[in-house]
């Protein structure tokens, strides 16, 4: 069983940036590849990033990519997502999640943990 909580949401200016944070519990966590996904209202979930238990490998959204960085701390069993060049479109609640496999993958099926969410808005 893995825990996941999210920090680091919050209301910024577009064209800002934030870091999100996601800590879990357990002493196997590189054994998980990690997502972000993100909600914004009235839509259904989405994929953001994903990264592998080792951290050797990244894959994006191409609504991200080039501003959006997953990252990992295996030491710490935290996992990032730094968000710079935020746009009003950035506007969700945004969820870690733990994969049942150590190589990333961008199927929410694939998931098999989840966090709580963040609320990140971005204004214009």
């Known amino acids: 069983q893995v825990q996941l909580v999210e920090s680091g949401g919050g209301l910024v200016q577009a064209g800002g940036s934030l870091r999100l944070s996601c800590a879990a519990s357990g002493r196997t966590f590189s054994r998980y590849a990690m997502g972000w996904f993100r909600q914004a209202p009235g839509k259904e979930r989405e994929f953001v990033a994903t990264i592998r238990g080792s951290g050797s490998t990244t894959y994006y959204a191409n609504s991200v990519k080039g501003r959006f960085t997953i990252s990992r701390d295996n030491a710490k069993n935290t996992v990032y997502l730094q968000m710079n060049s935020l746009k009003s479109e950035d506007t969700a609640v945004y969820y870690c999640?733990?994969?049942?496999?150590?190589?990333?993958?961008?199927?929410?099926?694939?998931?098999?943990?989840w966090g709580q969410g963040t609320q990140v808005t971005v204004s214009s």
């Open positions: 999640a733990a994969a049942g496999t150590a190589v990333g993958v961008i199927t929410q099926s694939e998931y098999h943990y």
